[in-house]
Antibody, heavy 123, light 106 residues
Framework: QVQLQESGPGLVKPSQTLSLTCTVS??????????WSWIRQPAGKGLEWIGR???????NYNPSLKSRVTISADTSKNQFSLNLSSVTAADTAVYYC???????????????WGQGTLVTVSS | SYELTQPLSVSVALGQTARIPCGGN??????VHWYQHKPGQAPLLVIY???HRPSGIPERFSGSNSGNTATLTISRAQAGDEADYYC?????????FGGGTRLTVL
């Protein structure tokens, strides 16, 4: 079955760019059937959808983060990445990568998810 | 912008039925999905498209959606059901989560 694993620095300085990578196994991100997403959870708060990328390279972003977010994909490595610029302490969160199924059986549901990685923004 | 409203917490006695509401304007016209999230674990899809269970999810989990409220129902609640539960919908080309509900099994 498809599995996702996040990787990247656990500590980022304020004003710098947060960069994370999600490695997908058990399925191809270029299959064209799914979107590949980033979601985060600040400590003590709920889930926040960040954005996603399709096999074609098209992207959608949360309007509240759009000016700072870039999601890209490397199909040769079966990976997709998140860049979040100009970070502040408010961006400290557990970041998850996940697969969205908009056109298949789930019709908008998100499954599976990676285990998540904590990123702290601090000097 | 569209908003989803969930109570912060719901309590249920062991073995009884828990109901977790998710409110939204005409949410009955949308597909609603539910996730179970335990500390230190990845969120788990427990209900998709209002009332469908993914493979491996117990029949005790069910969902409904009508009007302005979608509801996740957990029958015969167990200690292992203690978790945060989130509803989610598709809003145009983005995804939106409710604020989450902490389920406590007494």
């Amino acid at each position: 079955q498809v599995q996702l694993q996040e990787s990247g620095p656990g500590l980022v300085k304020p004003s710098q760019t947060l960069s994370l990578t999600c490695t997908v196994s058990g399925g191809s991100i270029s299959s064209g059937s799914y979107y590949w997403s980033w979601i985060r959870q600040p400590a003590g708060k709920g889930l926040e959808w960040i954005g996603r990328i399709y096999a074609s390279g098209s992207t959608n972003y949360n309007p509240s983060l759009k000016s700072r977010v870039t999601i890209s994909a490397d199909t040769s490595k079966n990976q997709f990445s998140l860049n979040l610029s100009s970070v502040t302490a408010a961006d400290t969160a557990v970041y998850y990568c996940a697969r969205e199924d908009d056109s298949g059986i789930y019709q908008g549901g998100i499954d599976p998810w990676g285990q998540g990685t904590l990123v702290t923004v601090s000097s | 912008s569209y908003e989803l409203t969930q109570p912060l917490s719901v309590s249920v006695a062991l073995g009884q039925t828990a109901r977790i509401p998710c409110g939204g304007n005409s949410i009955g016209s949308k597909n609603v999905h539910w996730y179970q999230h335990k500390p230190g674990q990845a969120p788990l899809l427990v209900i998709y498209r209002d009332n469908h269970r993914p493979s491996g999810i117990p029949e005790r989990f069910s969902g409904s959606n009508s009007g302005n409220t979608a509801t996740l129902t957990i029958s015969r609640a167990q200690a292992g059901d203690e978790a945060d539960y989130y509803c989610q919908v598709r809003d145009s080309s983005t995804k939106l989560f409710g604020g989450g509900t902490r389920l406590t099994v007494l």
